[in-house]
């Protein structure tokens, strides 16, 4: 069974930084890409950053594009997100998910990534 879970999320002040986490299990394949999105009440859900697995590529949606940073650590089967300068808009529920190709940006309402964790609530005060 594959399993995603984060860690990391929390409240932190305009500026400041967060560090998620993301502990991936269960794969039987290389063929899915880790990323993260994230859903703010109201808002439309954004792909926020993907890892290539094929070669360890890394895309990020434009608004955070400098400011965060997609990482992993293989032998622990984690993937990390750094979040760095971090501004009100940011604030939302933030969630490890893993997909057979890369997203970012506005994700359209029908789309569904493969498999996706529980989520994490960062929210960054002004």
């Known amino acids: 069974e594959v399993q995603l879970v984060e860690s990391g999320g929390g409240l932190v002040q305009t500026g400041g930084s967060v560090r998620l986490s993301c502990s991936a299990s269960?794969?039987?394949?290389?063929?899915?890409?880790i990323g993260w999105f994230r859903q703010a009440p109201g808002n439309v859900r954004e792909g926020v950053s993907c890892?290539?697995?094929?070669?360890?590529?890394?895309y990020y949606t434009d608004s955070v594009k400098g400011r965060f940073t997609m990482s992993s650590d293989n032998a622990k089967n984690t993937v990390y997100l750094q979040m760095n300068s971090l501004k009100p808009e940011d604030t939302a529920v933030y969630y490890c998910?893993?997909?057979?190709?890369?997203?970012?940006?506005?994700?359209?309402?029908?789309?569904?990534?493969?498999?996706r964790g529980r989520g994490t609530q960062v929210t960054v005060s002004s």
């Open positions: 269960g794969f039987t394949s290389d063929d899915y890409n």
């Open positions: 890892l290539r697995n094929s070669d360890g590529a890394t």
């Open positions: 998910a893993a997909h057979q190709f890369c997203i970012t940006g506005p994700l359209h309402s029908t789309f569904e990534y493969a498999y």
